[in-house]
């Protein structure tokens, strides 16, 4: 209820809280679906997992169509905030070509 009432006067930190409940099941029903919705809007203003999440789902098609292009500009705005594991994939996708042209220079960055 407390997550709920403060993501929906916009507080990021309940917004990705709320979203992980949802990611989990954990006192509300799993929906991927609402768990992103909830992760994007707490990525919008920021937050760096929710970000990475959301590249998550957008890699594997879960609560939102498959789309690398999605996935690669999420991995992107955690990487830039230091999120190794979002570091990583979005090395990843420039290696094998997955949301944006290969680039070994890219990868290596």
């Given at each position: 209820k407390w997550f709920r009432e403060a993501a929906e006067q916009g507080d990021l930190s309940a917004q990705y809280n709320l979203g992980a409940l949802c990611m989990q099941g954990k006192g509300v029903p799993k929906s991927y679906e609402e768990a992103?919705?909830?992760?994007?809007?707490?990525?919008?203003?920021?937050h760096l997992n929710a970000q990475y999440n959301l590249g998550i789902y957008y890699m594997q098609g879960q609560g939102v169509p498959k789309s690398y292009?999605?996935?690669?500009?999420w991995f992107r705005e955690a990487a830039q905030q230091g999120h190794l594991n979002a570091q990583c994939n979005l090395g990843v996708c420039y290696m094998q070509g997955q949301g944006v042209s290969v680039s070994d220079e890219e990868a290596v960055k």
């Amino acid at each position: 209820k407390w997550f709920r009432e403060a993501a929906e006067q916009g507080d990021l930190s309940a917004q990705y809280n709320l979203g992980a409940l949802c990611m989990q099941g954990k006192g509300v029903p799993k929906s991927y679906e609402e768990a992103t919705e909830w992760f994007r809007k707490a990525a919008e203003q920021g937050h760096l997992n929710a970000q990475y999440n959301l590249g998550i789902y957008y890699m594997q098609g879960q609560g939102v169509p498959k789309s690398y292009e999605e996935a690669v500009k999420w991995f992107r705005e955690a990487a830039q905030q230091g999120h190794l594991n979002a570091q990583c994939n979005l090395g990843v996708c420039y290696m094998q070509g997955q949301g944006v042209s290969v680039s070994d220079e890219e990868a290596v960055k």
